[in-house]
């Protein structure tokens, strides 16, 4: 409201990474989190839906994913954070690419990326901190979902494209029953918004290591699963 000052809470930092530092961030990420970072950017998810998503969770035909449910603290799995969250996400031609590929890594009932937010997860986000020389406090795994609404602003996202997408409030309610096609064929365009932005060798690019793929020449294939550990 106005004339209202919110104030961070005590050594959290208001700084935001830029499309750019995130994807240095991702690029520093340990071998079998790259992916998990390209879809966090490419999606908006959060990191505790991420953690839940299975095979089940991933439609590849149509090009979407089911946000149904969370994980926190020590893996527990719980709904997720609002009754807007719990959505269908539109992939882009990268995400679904990548999600594919870790479907193909993981059983079924099987958690894509094993590990907790608190263990492998963070572990992970630690590393790729000290990395690329962004040891900001308060930076983690958001970064990237903040980063994602930079990047469908960037690609001319509907807003209420962009708030289904992200699970938020009442454009989420609006978005489900209009528009699917049209929205998804704009989600698209954050692949193209992204490899214009994108410097030389970032994830998702020609010159990075894991975007090249196996030696079949097959693009985008993850590193193996992350260690199950936390």
Do not use: N
């Not at 750019?20 to 340990?30: K, N, Q, S």
């Not at 807003?159 to 528009?179: E, F, K, V, W």
């Amino acid at each position: 409201a106005r004339g209202v000052v919110h104030v961070a809470p005590a050594g959290v930092s208001r700084r935001r990474l830029s499309i750019e530092e995130c994807e240095r961030l991702i690029a520093c990420l340990p071998r079998g989190w790259h992916d998990a970072g390209e879809v966090i950017l490419l999606t908006g998810l959060r990191i505790g839906e991420l953690l839940a998503l299975t095979p089940d969770s991933i439609d590849t035909g149509s090009r979407v994913l089911h946000v149904t449910a969370t994980r926190g603290h020590g893996s527990r799995v719980g709904s997720p954070k609002t009754a807007s969250s719990r959505r269908v996400v539109h992939l882009t031609p990268r995400a679904c690419q990548l999600l594919e590929a870790r479907c193909t890594l993981t059983r079924p009932g099987e958690f894509l990326w094993p590990g907790s937010v608190t263990g492998a997860a963070a572990d992970a986000m630690r590393h790729a901190k000290k990395e690329a020389g962004l040891q900001i406090r308060g930076v983690g795994w958001h970064a990237l979902r903040h980063a994602a609404t930079m990047l469908m602003d960037r690609a001319g996202l509907p807003l209420r494209a962009s708030a289904q997408q992200l699970g938020h409030g009442a454009h989420t309610a609006m978005t489900m029953g209009y528009g699917w096609a049209a929205e998804g064929a704009d989600v698209a365009r954050l692949d193209e918004v992204r490899t214009r932005h994108a410097a030389p060798g970032a994830p998702g690019t020609v010159g990075h290591a894991e975007s090249r793929g196996p030696a079949s020449g097959a693009p985008g294939a993850p590193g193996p699963p992350p260690p199950a550990t936390g």
